[in-house]
C-alpha cells in the first residue's frame, strides 16, 4: 500500500505536521517535505529518510500525491494556486494533472467546495481529510480523521491514512471533513468554557477543584475538557495542550459560518465565538487554549 499512491508531498511541517509525516515515513511512504521554515523539515531528513523541496512547486514537481497541513484555508487556497490565484510559484504550477491533493488543515468548508471546483477543472483530484485529538495523537497516530469527497477516494486512500490516525471516518461529500471537524471543535470550546467557569463556581463555594473534576467525570457533566484538560493543563498551571487560542476561535467562527449559512439555530454558537474572539485579543493568537481557565478567572 505505501506505493499504491507514489511519493507523498507533505506541505507544512509544524507542530501537527511533523508528527504525521514522521509517521508516514516511519510506515514506508516516501516522502517530499516542504515547509517555510527549512530547519523543520531539515530536522526531519536528518533521522528518517526523505527528500526535502525548496519550495511548493518543487515539491509538487516530486510528487504523485501531495498532502497539506497549513492552519487555514487561505493558505491552502494560496499554496494550490498561488499569490492571487496567479498559479506562480504554488503546488498546481507542477503537479501532474490527475494527481491527488489532500487538505488535512483546519479549513473552511465552503471554501474548500470553491477550490475543489477550481482544482476539479484543472484535472486534479482532491479530497478534505482534517484531524482531530491534537499533538498527543498525531505522535501517536491515533487522531481522528474526517474526511470528504469521492468514497472511491477515501477507500483507496484509507490504508494511508490509519498510518496517521486510528479512527477514520468518511463523513460525506467534499467539505464534509472540514464542516464536522470545526463543528466538533465549536462542542469542544463551548463545553470548555462550562468546565472552566464551573471549576471557579466550585472553588469559590469551597470545593477543592480536584475532587469537582473527579465528580463530573463520573457524572453526567464529563467531557474531553474535564477527562483531558483541566487538572492535566488548568489545575496544574500548565497551560500548554498545544493548541492556540487563535486557531480555537478560527474554527469556532467556521462552525458559526456553517451554521449561518445553513440557516440553523447560533444562540450558543455566536456568544461562543464572541468569547473565544475576546480571548484571543486579550491572550494573544499564540496563548494556549487552556489558558481559557485564567481567561475566565474574575478573582485573578
Known amino acids: ?133 491534537g499533538v498527543k495523537g498525531a505522535v501517536a497516530a491515533t487522531l481522528s480523521i474526517m474526511v470528504g469527497g469521492d468514497k472511491a477516494i477515501f477507500e483507496r486512500v484509507k490504508p494511508m491514512l490509519e498510518k496517521m490516525g486510528n479512527q477514520i471516518y468518511y463523513a460525506g461529500p467534499l467539505g464534509a471533513g472540514h464542516a464536522i471537524k470545526a463543528l466538533n471543535n465549536y462542542v469542544s470550546a463551548a463545553g470548555l468554557i462550562a468546565a472552566c467557569e464551573a471549576m471557579h463556581a466550585s472553588k469559590a463555594f469551597g470545593l477543592d477543584p480536584n475532587v469537582a473534576v473527579d465528580i463530573i467525570n463520573t457524572s453526567s457533566g464529563y467531557n474531553g475538557t474535564t477527562q483531558r484538560k483541566v487538572k492535566q493543563f488548568m489545575l496544574s498551571g500548565a497551560y500548554n495542550a498545544g493548541f492556540s487560542t487563535g486557531l480555537m476561535a478560527k474554527d469556532v467562527r467556521t462552525a458559526l459560518e456553517i451554521a449561518q449559512a445553513m440557516g440553523t439555530s447560533t444562540i450558543l454558537a455566536k456568544p461562543t465565538a464572541d468569547i473565544w474572539d475576546d480571548m484571543e485579543k486579550q491572550m494573544g493568537f499564540l496563548s494556549d487554549h487552556t489558558e481559557m481557565h485564567k481567561f475566565t478567572n474574575k478573582n485573578k
Do not use: W, Y
Not at 491527488?100 to 477550490?115: A, F, K, Q, V, Y
Open 1 to 133: 500500500m505505501a506505493d499504491t499512491l507514489g511519493k507523498i508531498g507533505f506541505a507544512g511541517i509544524g507542530a501537527m505536521g511533523t508528527p504525521m509525516s514522521t509517521n508516514l515515513i516511519k510506515a514506508g511512504h516516501k516522502l517530499v517535505l516542504f515547509d517555510i521554515d527549512p530547519k523543520k523539515t531539515q530536522a526531519i531528513a536528518a533521522t528518517h529518510e526523505c527528500e526535502v523541496a525548496t519550495s511548493l512547486a518543487d515539491l509538487a514537481s516530486k510528487s504523485n500525491t501531495v498532502i497539506t497541513m497549513l492552519p487555514d484555508g487561505k493558505l491552502v487556497r494560496k499554496a494550490m494556486l498561488g499569490e492571487g490565484d496567479s498559479g506562480k510559484g504554488c503546488i498546481t504550477e507542477t503537479l501532474k494533472p490527475g494527481s491527488l491533493i489532500i487538505d488535512m488543515s483546519s479549513s473552511s468548508p465552503m471554501g474548500t467546495r470553491e477550490l475543489g471546483a477550481i482544482l476539479e477543472k484543472k484535472g486534479f483530484q482532491f479530497i478534505d481529510a482534517p484531524v482531530s485529538n
